[in-house]
């Protein structure tokens, strides 16, 4: 059995309590921003379960380049450096503007090209096998979603916004 209550005069009055407040709207920006970066800080274990563990492959070139330990999707710390919050008058957002972003938040596959990692390894100036085809080698990257938010985080937003509709004006 549900409970419904429906009164215009109600809902038109909480429409104008929320709709163009642009301070409500940021503060519900930030708090989503804090929350995606306590994603990286738990590696995914506060959306309910912990991101998968890096490849040995992966951890074998992080040692060789004395990135390890360290933590999942945080090797140079772009990625988290890069989540940003934006607001208006009627929407609140959290983003990132790295175009690999999505790869990790997804998966999916990789396919590289041997030409092309030759290319790119002689104009680094570095040593590189000369590749008889061009054949595509390819990998997966497994989800780590990281531009979620939990329950908790939820509630927050929900309190701000009833703070706000509570307010006396």
Known sequence: ??????????????????????????SIAETMRVSVLKNFESEGSRLGSKWQRLSPATIKQRQKKKYWPGKILQRTEELKD????QADETTASVSTNLIYAAIHHYGGWIHRSSL?????????????????KN?????????RPFLKLNESDLR???DIIIKKLTKAR
């Open 116 to 132: 092309k990692t030759y290319l790119r390894k002689k104009r680094e100036g570095k040593e590189a096998k000369t590749p008889s």
């Open 135 to 143: 054949k595509m080698s390819s990998f997966y990257i497994p989800a």
């Open 82 to 85: 890069s989540i940003t919050s």
């Open 1 to 26: 059995m549900t409970n419904e209550f429906k009164s215009p005069e109600i809902i038109e009055l909480l429409n104008k309590r929320l709709t163009g407040n642009r301070n409500l709207m940021l």
């Open 156 to 158: 927050g937003i929900k």
